[in-house]
């Protein structure tokens, strides 16, 4: 079996834990690395045993020895590199949240869709076998018709105004950070979108929600409750609660457990199945999957719903009046 070559654009933090798990995977190699500084590139090759290293990211995308580009850039970087990733049919895999905004969402899929090459987004959580269990646990009806989700993903992290996470440049904010964790996660275990959003968010000194909260409505009866912050520990916990029982979920974003109880507060059944290597493995595989059977999407992670939920956060920014400086350009 000919292995699947994947690009890496980034030395950072995701990109450095991406590449660990993708080592773990026997049906892929890392074929090269690309850097804003040679430097970067090289030693991010040498740690990870990766043949090519490239100063500058144009040049490893136009690298004919390459399959799947991983960009694991900051938010504002998404857009233009998978643009140009695309444009050379170079299959993406793009780190969350895909860009700024549903219209630059919609650019990337058509431009997918015209040059027939696979796109997804990077929503690792999906993937994960807890995720599926609490999926399957649902779909079965074990808890019920859903009727309420609750889920919060928040930090303490210190303010600094040059970080990504603060920086309106870069695309800062909690919303766009952790926000489009637990509003994919409901809309995905729902399974359809919500009919109402309400949504509140306290703007910190550099202008971006530093903390927010988000309601989805739907009127067929079921709600979601939903927050994030860069500036409270607000733990990273979903509970689902059915008409018949409830699911809990420790970390949701990365879990690697789930308890599905009953209306008496019994656990029924535990899931418990620990990561291969750190989780992102999961979405790897998937994207080799999806390449190995010609997919140019992922029944998984299909790019209606990035695009869903990235109208979702649309909505909710201009609720507050959050508009990044790339938009006014
Ligand atoms: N899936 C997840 O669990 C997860 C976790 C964390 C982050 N993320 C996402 O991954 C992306 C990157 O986050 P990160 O935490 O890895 O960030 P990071 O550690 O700061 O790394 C980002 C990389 O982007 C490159 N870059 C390009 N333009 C840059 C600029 N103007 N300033 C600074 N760096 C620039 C840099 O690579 P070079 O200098 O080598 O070119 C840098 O190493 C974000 O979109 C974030 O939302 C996902």
Redo the contacts with the bound molecule.
């Keep these: 079996m000919k292995k699947i070559r994947w690009g890496i654009l980034?030395?950072?933090?995701?990109?450095t834990q991406f590449s660990s798990a993708l080592k773990a995977l026997e049906d892929c190699s890392i074929a090269a690395v690309a850097?804003?500084?040679a430097e970067?590139?090289e030693k991010f090759a040498k740690e990870f045993q990766i043949e090519k290293a490239y100063a500058g990211y144009e040049a490893l995308i136009k690298d004919p020895d390459i399959d799947v580009v991983y960009i694991?850039?900051?938010?504002t970087?998404?857009k233009e590199m998978a643009k140009l990733c695309l444009e050379h049919k170079k299959a993406v895999l793009c780190?969350?949240?895909f860009t700024l905004n549903s219209k630059d969402t919609k650019q990337l899929i058509d431009i997918a869709k015209e040059n027939k090459v696979f796109l997804m987004e990077?929503m690792?959580t999906k993937f994960l076998p807890a995720t599926k269990r609490i999926k399957k646990w649902i779909d079965e009806g074990r808890i019920g018709k859903v009727l309420h989700i609750r889920a919060s993903f928040g930090f303490c992290f210190e303010f600094d105004y040059n970080h990504?996470l603060f920086n309106p440049d870069l695309g800062g904010g909690a919303l766009l950070?952790l926000g489009v964790y637990p509003i994919t996660y409901a809309t995905y275990l729902l399974n359809r979108l919500p009919d109402k959003i309400y949504s509140s968010a306290i703007m910190g000194k550099s202008g971006v929600d530093e903390q927010n909260v988000i309601l989805l409505h739907y009127n067929d009866g079921t709600l979601a409750d939903l927050s994030t912050a860069l500036c409270a520990q607000l733990g990273s916990d979903a509970l689902i609660f059915g008409e018949k029982g409830y699911i809990k979920v420790e970390k949701f974003f990365k879990a690697d457990s789930a308890f599905l109880y009953d209306n008496n507060l019994q656990c029924v059944e535990a899931f418990k199945e620990p990561y291969i290597v750190n989780g992102y493995e999961y979405e790897a595989a998937e994207v080799n999957r999806c390449l190995r059977e010609g997919l140019l999407e992922s029944p998984i992670n299909p790019l209606q719903s990035t695009l869903d939920v990235m109208n979702i956060m649309d909505e909710i920014r201009m609720q507050w009046g959050l508009v990044y400086p790339q938009e006014l350009k």
Excluded: M, Q, Y
Excluded at 10 to 15: D, V
Excluded at 72 to 75: Q, R
């Design positions: 980034g030395t950072g933090s995701i990109a850097s804003r500084s970067r590139a694991g850039l900051h938010h970087e998404h780190e969350k949240p990077a690792w990504r950070d």
